[in-house]
């Protein structure tokens, strides 16, 4: 195991209105590592994931990075596609690299391998209102990678797509992962999906928001489908969903 | 007849019998012509007087498009100067409120004043424009502000400049908005060109506004009549213009749809 890429200690967040959105989160995701933060609704997930991502300050806690982190080193996949509709998908795709100031070129090169590695190479000249939402979701996953992150933070991404959907794009978002090794964080509510995914849960009790129990996942990686149907699949999903349940202070 | 044709062919239809009504309806009951004239002398004033007529269009087209581009570049600029500076958004926008809504034809002697009678024209121009301006200026400010949260983030995210966000997703996000402001400035130009020669035009100015004044101070009623005709084929023209720059420019946005 590799070190820690950036650590959370006492991490809080207060609204100006008094709401308090989170308090005290503790949690280390080492480099490589895939962690989901699994939790109901409104418990402050999302609110980790715009933390780590700078979109917010903290108003109180510490977020520390281990290792250096640039403009580019951070993707985020955010629960719609939230592509341009103006523009076409390549050009959707490059965009963080023309934020950035890489030639048209090379960003187009780029843009073309990452379509292709999502499945959508044939699809470069498209309009997102032309293509399907899981296909858009495969076109916002393939530029929040089109950077090579160190980190990819993934927001319920897969939540509005129907079932068959979901569970192919959670084993090219696996394989993805596998291929390029970077680090996920990976908020969701669904107990399967996260068991499925990750290397390590996160369970996050309701509001105010903290991590309220860790949970490792002992399945290894590579996994496919045959991983949904084994004994020790639903055994961890069960036990999961129980310690789901005791935080949310329901029985199980 | 189905639903497509009848929306094709029924328009023209009652148009057709409208004038066939009028026409009858005016011999019938001898109607003066300086009372109401017979679309066969309006269509007569049309072919006679067309050299006067097309110059005074042409005149007032003029006049009509200087001010309708002059209201979308000023009013998507003030737009964009208001979405980066709130303090400047503050200070003005209650005056660009009062100009729109203080009645055009109580500002324009003023104007004609200050601009002097013998630059009737540019007085014209600056009427219209007040008409045309306040759709565009405040349907791109609500554009630029319709700009996705998720979008704004990941420009943040990526570290875009203000240059680049003004340009690569607020101006984009607000081409829908500022599209329907033109649509609607491009019609109020027509009519603040139109509305300014009638208080301003004193005879130094003959566009189509003036050929109306002056066949009805004649009572010369079917060339008052072709004026009219020839102003509405204006109003049509701009809009379909218009309309169709927009379903070009949106189509893209929502294939199978004109937005």
New interface residues.
Partial sequence: MTGDLFQLSGLSLTYPNGTCALDGVDLSVAEGEFVSLLGPSGCGKSTIL?LV???MEPTGGRLNWLLPVA??D?G?V?Q?P?L????RIIDNVR??L???GVPKGEGNDRAADGLVRVGLGDFQKA?P??MSGGMKMRASLARALV?NPRLLLLDEPFAALDEITRLKLNDDLLSLWYAQRFTALFVTHSVFESVYLSGRIAIIGPRPGRVVAEVPVPLTFPRDLSVRTGTDYGAICRDVSDRLHAAMGLAA | MNGVWARRLLPPLVGVLFLLGWETAVSAWDIPPFVLPPPTAVAHALWNDAPLLLQSSWITLIITVQAFLLALTSGVALAVLFKQSRTLEAALYPYAVILQVTPIVAIAPLVVIWVGYERVNLALLVLAWIVAFFPVLSNSTAGLAAVDPNLRDLFRLYGASRWQMLWRLQLPSALPYILAGAKISGGLALIGAVVAEFVAGSGTATGLAWRVIEAGNRLNMPRLFAALVLLSILGILIFALLSWVQRLLLRRWHPGGTG
């Fill in positions: 715009r991502a700078g979109l403009r580019g951070i985020f955010f719609e939230t341009m509709p103006w523009a965009l963080p023309d934020l950035a309009f209102a032309e950077t």
